[in-house]
């Protein structure tokens, strides 16, 4: 738990505090009794440094000896005290280099000290970590989401990294103050990747279901090309580049095209606007107004709509943690006076899902120990019980576009398309091919009541639209059943409404 989970210390087995294997093959059963898949993190660039492998390799035990990435140190200073074999800065802050006395070497962390990153230049430790990756697919498990991939190669001359002048970065200790270019997104990363993918090609061609792997990779669409060689496909972030406020329309509009018309359309799109590294959309955008408009847009999306817990009821950030409760590392280690700002602790987008207003918004029961993380305040009115009954409500609009996007060929097998007019942005879903109803998804990005001529784009389709799904209620502007026109569509502030394509006013 030193950075919750992503410090492994056995590849192959269930870490107590949350059961045993037994309830985790309960777990697997039972999700896909009722049709669910089931998707793990893997965690291929490190270990914990209480796993067997990191204690044997520490006492230079073969074959463990070279499992993990060990230098000597560049020098000692004048008290005698070992110097890091570079300038290599943590993604969590301070030196990549860890001492250890029993080595009289350094050993390499990406993340944090109890995270030491696995050699793959060691061919043992790739077929180690293929056996992992086998051991769950034949388990059953769908998938994985493969954690930090880019961190798995470093250049094997060791120099040092160049500075970034980013602004942003907080001091010389800081991850941002350097330009990775020696230990970031190297080729050798998508050479162990396709290594990877090969097993789970394997074992699909062995019993025949289809498995799923997915990369956490913040990279360039050009890069983002290159690993969809060695995955179903790299989380696509463009969403999280879209900030505020003000929320431009032209933004997201731009986002969301890169992609469109730059990856091919036979590799599968995929849409995250938020994770448990990233302050939640309301946070990062300065308001909730725009929730719905996100959730909306992503599902009417090409491809694979990804929601972080929380987002289908406009969960936000709990700001209200102060540093002594702070034990996100990334959050520690900028200290008392930077801890909450971004991208510093993760904490503020972690904390329990609330469920209702009652103790501890429902996460668990009064008596219990406490979660790990204080309930944000807003749980009185955020929360899903109090939105499950409301048909304007968060939860429910997201429910009725998943209704309608599971239901509709269009959304399967549809291009997309985008407009802007003034601040209302519309993405379209159409084939030109086959005779399936177009869906348009209009957002109003902007604080005042606009009306837009979406038709301009259609000319060839239908004038009018079938309000389906509509975040104004039924007294508000363009109501769920009406007919509206698509020359001169006039959105509230901020509304969001899908519309089918229709013949007639009548
Ligand atoms: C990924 C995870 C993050 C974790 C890190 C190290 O970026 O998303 O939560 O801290 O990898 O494993």
């Given amino acids: ?11 192959r087995d269930i870490d107590p505090i949350f059961g045993t294997m037994e309830d985790f093959n309960s777990l697997l059963a039972s999700a896909h009794s009722k049709g669910l898949k089931l998707v793990m993190d893997f965690v291929p660039n490190h270990s914990s440094d209480e796993h067997e492998w990191f204690i044997r390799s520490l006492q230079r035990e073969d074959p463990y000896t070279d499992y993990y990435v060990w230098q000597d140190p560049a020098g000692f200073d004048g ?17 990549m280099w860890e001492w250890r006395e029993e080595r009289q070497q350094f050993y390499l962390h990406q993340f944090v000290p109890g995270q030491p990153d696995l050699n793959y230049r060691n061919p043992n430790v790739l077929t180690e970590m293929k056996d992992v990756i086998r051991f769950w697919l034949e388990k059953g498990v769908d998938g994985f989401r493969q954690d930090a991939v880019a961190h798995i190669w470093e250049d094997e001359q060791f120099l040092d990294e160049p500075l970034s002048n980013n602004p942003n970065a907080l001091d010389e200790n800081d991850y941002d103050y350097y330009d990775h270019i020696y230990t970031n997104n190297l080729e050798g990363t998508r050479v162990i990747l396709a290594e990877f993918y090969t ?108 929601s972080y817990y929380g987002e289908e009821i406009g969960m936000t950030n709990n700001m209200d943690i102060s540093y002594e409760q702070t034990v996100d590392p990334a959050g520690c280690n900028c200290g008392p006076d930077h801890y909450n700002d971004e991208p510093c602790s993760r904490d503020p ?48 609009l997201y429910k009725e576009m998943i209704k309608l996007r ?9 291009d997309a398309k985008t407009q802007l ?34 038709f301009q784009s259609f000319q060839p389709y239908l004038e009018f639209g079938l309000v389906l799904i509509s975040t104004s209620g ?27 394509l229709t013949p007639s006013k009548a």
């Avoid at 008290?79 to 030196?95: A, E, K, L, Q, T």
């Avoid at 601040?423 to 606009?450: C, K, P, W």
């Avoid at 363009?478 to 901020?494: F, M």
Wanted: charged content about 20%; proline content about 7%; aromatic content about 12%.
């Fill in 421 to 454: 007019d003034g601040d209302i942005l519309s993405i379209a879903r159409l084939q030109e091919q086959i005779f399936y109803d177009v869906y348009v998804t209009m957002v109003n990005f902007g604080s005042e009541t606009q009306t837009a001529n979406i």
């Fill in 474 to 500: 039924p007294d508000g502007e363009n109501p769920i059943g009406t007919v509206v026109d698509l020359t001169s569509i006039s959105l509230a502030p901020y509304q969001t409404v899908v519309v089918r």
């Fill in 1 to 11: 738990m030193k950075d919750f989970g992503y410090d492994i210390s056995d590849f």
């Fill in 349 to 396: 987008e972690r904390t329990p899902m609330q469920w209702n207003a009652e103790f501890n918004a429902g996460f668990n029961s009064e008596g219990s120990s406490e979660p790990w993380l204080p309930v944000n305040s807003d749980f009185d009115t955020i929360n899903v019980d109090a939105q499950q009954g409301n048909p304007q409500s968060h939860l429910n």
């Fill in 199 to 306: 097993v789970f090609k394997e074992v699909e061609a062995l019993d025949g279901f289809p498995r799923l792997t997915m990369l956490e990779v913040y990279v360039s669409i050009e890069d983002q090309l290159k690993y969809y060689k060695v995955s179903d496909f790299p989380f696509n972030f463009a969403l999280m580049n879209v900030r505020g406020p003000p929320v431009k329309a032209e933004d997201a509009k731009r986002e969301i095209d890169q992609i469109l018309d730059r990856i091919p359309t036979n590799y599968t799109y995929n849409w995250v606007f938020g994770n448990h590294d990233k302050w939640r959309l309301p946070d990062r955008i300065g308001g909730s107004e725009l929730v719905d408009a996100f959730n909306l847009m992503s599902l009417s999306l090409p491809g694979v709509a990804i």
């Fill in 79 to 95: 008290d005698g005290n070992p110097i890091p074999p570079n300038n290599w800065v943590s993604v969590f802050r301070y030196s």
């Fill in 406 to 414: 599971n239901l509709e060929p269009t959304y399967t097998f549809g």
